[in-house]
């Protein structure tokens, strides 16, 4: 089993940034499942959708709404993942999910969520 505990969610106002971290922890040959981590939003109203993924290797993908001002990245070593927000919108206003697998996301393990509101 693979826990998942998220922080750095908070308020910010339109054009500031926000950090968001992911640390995975579980029994090793859990751990050693993770190759694909992400990132996923659910904004009020909508479906969950996936913001940014990173492989093991560090190859990444970004919903195109976020391209330019996410980034993804992850420590290894630390079975932890960053989103980096900055320029943030009040569209990117949701609850954001850390979401951790051995392939193509969404894998199996889910963080609790964070709340992030960006005030125009």
């Known amino acids: 089993q693979v826990q998942l505990v998220e922080s750095g969610g908070g308020l910010v106002q339109a054009g500031g940034s926000l950090r968001l971290s992911c640390v995975a922890s579980?029994?090793?040959?859990?751990?050693?499942?993770?190759?694909?981590m992400g990132w996923y939003r659910q904004r009020p109203g909508k479906q969950r959708e996936l913001v940014a993924a990173?492989?093991?290797?560090?190859?990444?993908n970004y919903a195109d709404a976020v391209k330019g001002r996410f980034t993804i990245s992850r420590d290894n070593a630390k079975n932890t993942v960053y989103l980096q927000m900055n320029m943030l919108k009040p569209e990117d206003t949701a609850v954001y999910y850390c979401?951790?697998?051995?392939?193509?996301?969404?894998?199996?393990?889910w963080g609790q969520g964070t709340q992030v509101t960006v005030s125009s």
């Open positions: 979401n951790i697998g051995p392939s193509v996301l969404p894998g199996p393990y």
């Open positions: 579980g029994s090793t040959g859990s751990i050693f499942s993770i190759n694909h």
């Open positions: 990173i492989t093991r290797g560090g190859m990444t």
